[in-house]
């Protein structure tokens, strides 16, 4: 007898709101356990905001920066609001890996062996994708004071960290259906960098889309990580905000509206 034929899906209509509530709460604490069990699962959270920020600062901010007019200096400010939308897509991807690492492992069949809600089980896991993604965004900020960011602006600061927490659990939703639908980890990965590259470098994070070829910017234009980056950088250094953050803010509801029913369905059907 299967785990689905166990905990039918009819079992989430008799869990009230406050228990799922309850149940998402302890498999938060259970997943931050895991964490601090294995804190080798945060290495990427840690290394990837300064590696990047070096690399780009050092290696591509002289000749990009000269480009924009304001030398290595000007980069930073450019260059760092941009990377918090990053941080935003290539964290969300570990959701979808470690809700398939959890699958094969067995972990998920005891899940829905219990009378615990479905989505409280994918709740859980955006919550703690969603913390480290805040782990990262700190460090991310340390290494850009230290390579010359000047902050100047916090609420903008607070405000554009919320604006990308906001999308990246939208897109946490299209990496967790990857996540039950994929067979392996190493599936899911590589579907996100497939996903993850093109929105990522045809976009306006790391260098203005001014200079890319027409049907470039067409794309860039349509893409969200490219407003979300913009947005951050008026919220962060000054500019316009009003239209780019509308856009992201639809992109984040599009995406979840679509992904979060689908995600949870076949979470649900999985046999």
């Known amino acids: 007898m299967s785990s689905a034929t166990l905990t039918p899906p009819a079992a989430d209509a008799r869990i009230t709101l406050r228990g799922h509530v309850r149940h998402t709460g302890a498999l938060v604490r259970r997943n931050l356990l895991w964490i601090r069990q294995d804190p080798e699962s945060m290495f990427d959270a840690l290394l990837m905001p300064v590696v990047f920020t070096l690399l780009f600062v050092y290696v591509f901010g002289g000749s990009i920066?000269?480009?924009?007019?304001?030398?290595?200096?000007?980069y930073v400010q450019y260059v760092i609001p941009g990377m918090i939308a990053m941080m935003s897509m290539t964290l969300s991807q570990g959701v979808g890996t470690g809700f398939s690492q959890d699958f094969n492992?067995?972990?998920?069949?005891?899940?829905?062996?219990?009378?615990?809600?479905?989505?409280?089980?994918?709740?859980?896991?955006?919550?703690?994708?969603?913390?480290?993604?805040?782990?990262?965004?700190?460090?991310?900020?340390?290494?850009?004071?230290?390579v010359?960011?000047?902050?100047?602006?916090?609420?903008?600061?607070f405000a554009a960290v919320?604006?990308?927490?906001?999308?990246a659990s939208s897109i946490m939703w299209v990496f967790l259906t990857l996540g039950v639908i994929l067979k392996n980890a190493q599936s899911v990965q590589a579907m996100g960098?497939?996903?993850?590259?093109?929105?990522?470098?045809?976009?306006?994070?790391?260098?203005?889309t001014q200079s890319m070829?027409?049907?470039?910017?067409?794309?860039?234009?349509?893409?969200?990580?490219?407003?979300?980056?913009?947005?951050?950088?008026?919220?962060?250094?000054?500019g316009p905000v009003a239209h780019d953050l509308w856009v992201t803010l639809a992109w984040s509801v599009a995406i979840t509206a679509v992904a979060a029913p689908v995600a949870i369905h076949k979470f649900r059907t999985k046999s």
């Not at 920066?65 to 000007?74: E, N, P, R, S, V």
């Not at 010359?148 to 600061?157: A, E, H, N």
């Not at 590259?197 to 260098?207: D, E, H, K, N, V």
């Not at 893409?223 to 950088?233: F, G």
């Open 193 to 208: 960098f497939l996903v993850l590259f093109p929105l990522q470098f045809g976009s306006s994070i790391f260098a203005p």
């Open 65 to 74: 920066g000269q480009a924009l007019g304001g030398g290595q200096d000007g």
């Open 148 to 157: 010359g960011f000047d902050i100047r602006s916090w609420p903008g600061l």
């Open 162 to 167: 919320g604006l990308s927490t906001v999308f």
């Open 213 to 238: 070829p027409g049907w470039l910017q067409a794309f860039t234009d349509y893409n969200p990580l490219s407003t979300l980056a913009d947005a951050a950088r008026g919220l962060m250094v000054g």
């Open 105 to 146: 492992s067995g972990v998920m069949d005891r899940f829905r062996s219990l009378p615990i809600g479905r989505g409280s089980v994918l709740f859980a896991k955006i919550s703690v994708e969603l913390l480290r993604m805040l782990f990262a965004t700190s460090v991310l900020m340390v290494v850009a004071v230290l």
